[in-house]
């Protein structure tokens, strides 16, 4: 069973940091993506960041670029999104996910942890 583990989430005041990070237990090597998505309430999920596993190519979404970094340690299977001068409207629940483009395509998730930034 794959299992994508998040932690680091929490509440902060605007302006401050935090780093979020996802234990991936079957490897990051073993998915063709991995990176963050994040839900706000009432909103769609949108795609904040991702790398490519065997590249370590970034995505990370243009309204986040100057603050927030995708960043991995294989050696842990860990993958982190350093935020940084955080604002109220990055209040979301944070999934962590792998994308594997191998038929079937699939993607599994994390169970989510919570950011909340206070104004």
């Known amino acids: 069973q794959v299992q994508l583990v998040e932690s680091g989430g929490g509440v902060v005041q605007a302006g401050e940091s935090l780093r979020l990070s996802c234990l991936v237990s079957?490897?990051?090597?073993?998915?063709?993506?991995v990176g963050w998505y994040r839900q706000a309430p009432g909103m769609q999920r949108e795609l904040v960041a991702s790398?490519?596993?065997?590249?370590?190519?970034?995505y990370v979404l243009d309204s986040v670029k100057d603050r927030f970094t995708i960043s991995r340690n294989n050696a842990k299977d860990t993958i982190y999104l350093q935020m940084s001068s955080l604002k109220y409207e990055d209040t979301a629940v944070y999934y962590c996910?792998?994308?594997?483009?191998?038929?079937?395509?699939?993607?599994?998730w994390g169970q989510g942890t919570q950011v909340t930034v206070s104004s």
């Open positions: 079957r490897g990051i090597s073993s998915f063709n993506s």
């Open positions: 790398l490519t596993s065997y590249d370590g190519r970034s």
């Open positions: 996910f792998g994308e594997s483009l191998m038929p079937p395509h699939s993607i599994d």
